[in-house]
């Protein structure tokens, strides 16, 4: 039971975990832009924006994540070039960052075109009636009463995308499951535990923040 | 809200212009933009027919391909039943009246939530041994762990549904004397599974693109099968992953499609499902046809 | 209204139905953990499992239906000193992770795959060997002017995640940057990119991938081994007459040349020649 009082183990413990968090906070940032504006062009006048965003939401959501990653690593900094950091992690971070970002918008995109989908028709031709162009239509009368019932999958997504945020370890970010592997590999006797407080500490944070964002959902429900 | 065209007016000759110039714009960046990816791919080499001409083989496809492609399906297909069965299950215990059944119940569905789907995979392969004093397949700890996940979102949409059919259904149903048993059985699972199939399908989707996963114990799916091993025979990984992730997308897409038609064939729905109102929120309102799933793996 | 609801769910299951259709042929090939093992089994029933590389050319690749490689050949030596026809063998691929799971659980009954003997395996499994004494190396690109693992310092090196080599880098390199996969053949696109600077693990590893045809020419070894790898080949911890057995058979396919021609179809190709294997340096069978 000597597994987690050996501090480089304590260490290597925090910084995994420290790792998902930034994954998950600003791949959470980027993804929600990201998917807002998809989820406008998917409503769009201009064809080419539909199409542009059905895609997308198409290809990224039908592809398992550990491609979509893969390709980040293999495709825009080994063969484009794209180089984000000189620091070795610091570049996997943001690669990351850019598979989980781009991943996640698909799925915030189509919970945006749902939430848009229960604002009442009468809203937008109110906003049409009295000469708001698209843009304002959207900006100003439906994004803002579709952000109130897209809370509750937005949470989901959001726990989604901390836990997705383990893939990252597949192109060499020493996240919390490759720590996780390099401790079961060492320490074959306390198997159990070293999953139990892995997986336990995945839990305190995200049990909570389900209910958060189920409370919230209540909280902001628009009632009709 | 339809979506079609009511958050703009119909077209006049100037937005017309307008739509037109915006389309070849942004077209035409596009086409740029991808071509200029398609020249740093040409610079790098990766078109190289070299690369390619393994996929002309067929024992590429017969020996390493395809049967990845089986064990990919096989595990999610064997997952979903387990998925639907243990979602089932985990959604009445929830429901139901004990404390003592629907708070257990609850916490399992929790914390499979709350786990990301690689740390179950590995425990269940080198973990569980130790538990049962016995072996466990690469398969089953892949199915197994999708089942735990999978079937705990499914368990939230099949609740989420449950809830959300009248009121009136369960009374009059109470009412001829039916037992919660029945009631449940035969009167709300029903009307539920089929308000929440776009949900439930698509989160089928999302078990398939899960087994992905099934690389970390060496279980010998699409990746490990058509991008790792194949790659090590010819260098070949990027096409190797490029192949890869259009099959993928091909399957994935005929299994929306067959949800978008299944849905369309059962018919109008008795009842909506209003927005949700479950911790964690089960996903969506599948009103207009729009579904997200957890977007996991 | 029935038939419709009926229907709806009848659907649900008839996809997952569907999709799991035939699935039911079995997964596991397990040896189950017949006493007297593997010398018993491969008498009582002429067949064997036996974990093997399937990623890692010239040693264990799987191309097509076949395996192929220097340890596929020594597998094939002990299956016939064992009496098992070559038909009588079943492949299983492993990966390092879990050869000891594998071995432990009886899911395949020898494992020739790379396989260090050390005292921590030890522990949960008995080795018979070593066949082959491999050491940790540095694969460069031909015109690299690396000669050792003394000037990684602010160097990329590339190898797999959580392995041995990897760790070695970690600890005693900690100035090279480490950048780990899951498979080895996804550091050498990175090598042959200049992403990397070198590529590390075993030295015949690294040989085996230099010379694939697509890298042919591109890619050296470094050729100063900084570790001692001796290879063993994994059985069940308690079958130390497996064991004893397994050595005899080496030892006589050192006499009798097999073990050279095994080399020789094999690795031998790229011109390296064959080791000597010392036979007594084979394990005392069953002594931790």
């Known amino acids: ?224 | 809200m339809s979506t079609s065209n009511v958050l703009y007016d119909h077209p006049g000759p100037r937005a017309k212009v307008r739509n037109a110039v915006l389309s070849v714009v942004f077209g035409v960046a596009l086409l740029g933009l991808l071509y200029w990816i398609y020249t740093r791919f040409d610079q790098a080499n990766q078109w190289e027919p070299r690369l390619w001409e393994p996929f002309t083989r067929s024992a590429t496809w017969t020996q390493f391909i395809l049967p990845g492609l089986w064990a990919t399906l096989k595990a999610a297909g064997v997952g979903m039943l387990l998925s639907l069965a243990f979602g089932i299950v985990f959604a009445f215990g929830r429901l139901s009246d004990r404390w003592w059944i629907s708070v257990p119940a609850g916490m399992v569905v929790e914390f499979f939530r709350a786990v990301p789907l690689l740390l179950m995979i590995f425990f269940i392969f080198y973990g569980v041994p130790f538990l049962i004093k016995g072996p466990v397949t690469a398969f089953w700890a892949v199915v197994i762990g999708l089942t735990l996940y999978n079937g705990s979102v499914l368990a939230e949409a099949f609740r989420a549904g449950i809830r959300a059919v009248p009121g009136g259904q369960s009374e009059a149903a109470y009412a001829i004397g039916m037992r919660k048993n029945q009631v449940m059985r035969m009167i709300l699972l029903p009307q539920a599974a089929r308000a929440m199939l776009p949900i439930i399908v698509s989160q089928l989707v999302v078990l398939l693109k899960d087994t992905a996963l099934g690389y970390i114990v060496a279980y010998p799916e699409l990746l490990q099968r058509g991008v790792n091993d194949l790659a090590a025979n010819y260098g070949n990984i990027i096409a190797c992953a490029i192949v890869a992730a259009v099959i993928y997308i091909v399957i994935n897409s005929l299994l929306t499609w067959f949800a978008g038609w299944l849905d369309r064939r059962t018919g109008v729905r008795a009842f909506r499902v209003p927005k949700q109102t479950a911790p964690a929120g089960a996903d969506s309102t599948p009103e207009g046809g729009a579904t997200v799933s957890e977007p996991q793996g | 209204m029935r038939m419709k609801r009926m229907a709806a769910v009848a659907a649900v299951a008839g996809l997952a139905v569907a999709m799991t259709a035939c699935g039911g042929d079995s997964d596991e090939g397990g040896s189950g953990t017949g006493a007297g093992g593997i010398v018993g089994k491969a008498e009582s029933q002429n067949k064997l499992v036996i974990g093997v590389k399937a990623d890692q050319p010239g040693l264990g690749l799987q191309t097509g239906s076949q395996y192929e490689g220097f340890d596929i050949e020594i597998a094939k030596i002990i299956a016939k000193g064992l009496g098992v026809e070559e038909s009588g063998i079943e492949w299983k691929t492993t990966v390092s992770a879990n050869r000891e799971p594998f071995i432990e659980q009886g899911t395949v009954d020898l494992v020739v795959a790379t396989y260090t003997i050390n005292d921590e395996r030890k522990q949960k499994v008995n080795f018979a060997g070593p066949y082959y004494i491999a050491g940790q190396d540095l694969l460069v690109k031909a015109d690299s002017t690396l000669t050792g693992p003394d000037q990684l310092a602010g160097k990329t090196v590339c190898s797999v995640t959580g392995s041995t080599p990897a760790k070695r880098i970690t600890e005693n390199y900690p100035d090279a940057k480490l950048q780990q996969f899951d498979a080895y053949s996804k550091c050498l696109p990175l090598l042959e990119n200049g992403q990397v600077d070198a590529v590390t693990t075993d030295d015949i590893i690294l040989a085996g991938y230099a010379a694939q045809d697509q890298y042919a020419g591109k890619f050296k070894v470094v050729g100063s081994t900084f570790s001692d790898e001796p290879y063993g080949i994994g059985l069940k911890k308690d079958d130390t007459d497996g064991c004893e057995k397994v050595n005899e058979i080496l030892k006589a396919a050192a006499e009798d040349g097999s073990y050279k021609a095994a080399w020789d179809a094999t690795l031998g190709k790229s011109g390296t020649p064959a080791p000597e294997l010392d036979t007594t340096k084979l394990t005392h069978c069953g002594a931790v």
Not at chain 1, 97 to 114: D, N, P
Not at chain 1, 184 to 196: K, Q
Not at chain 1, 199 to 204: L, P, Q, R, W, Y
């Open chain 1, 1 to 224: 039971m000597d597994v987690f009082t050996d501090p480089e183990n304590l260490d290597a413990f925090v910084s995994g975990f420290v790792w998902i968090l930034k994954l998950t906070g600003a791949s959470a940032v980027c993804a929600l832009v990201i998917g807002v504006l998809l989820a406008a062009m998917r409503v769009s006048p201009v064809p080419v924006l539909r199409v542009f965003g059905a895609a997308w939401v198409n290809i990224f959501r039908n592809t398992p994540l550990t491609l979509v990653v893969f390709f980040c690593y293999f495709g825009l900094y080994a063969t484009l070039g794209l180089s984000l950091s000189q620091e070795l992690d610091v570049n996997i971070y943001w690669l990351g960052v850019i598979g989980l970002s781009t991943y996640t918008a698909a799925f915030v995109c189509e919970a945006v075109r749902s939430g848009i989908n229960t604002v009442p028709t009468g809203q937008a031709e109110a906003a049409r009636a009295i000469g708001l162009s698209f843009a304002q239509t959207l900006r100003i009368v439906v994004l803002p009463q579709a952000a109130r019932s897209v809370i509750a999958p937005f949470g989901s997504i959001l726990i989604a995308l901390c836990k997705n945020a383990t893939i990252v370890g597949t192109i060499g970010l020493v996240e919390a499951s490759s720590v996780m592997k390099d401790l079961l590999n060492s320490y074959g006797n306390a198997v159990i535990l070293i999953f139990l407080v892995f997986a336990g500490t995945f839990a305190a944070l995200l049990i909570p923040t389900g209910y958060f964002f189920g409370w919230l959902a209540n909280r902001l429900a628009v009632k009709r």
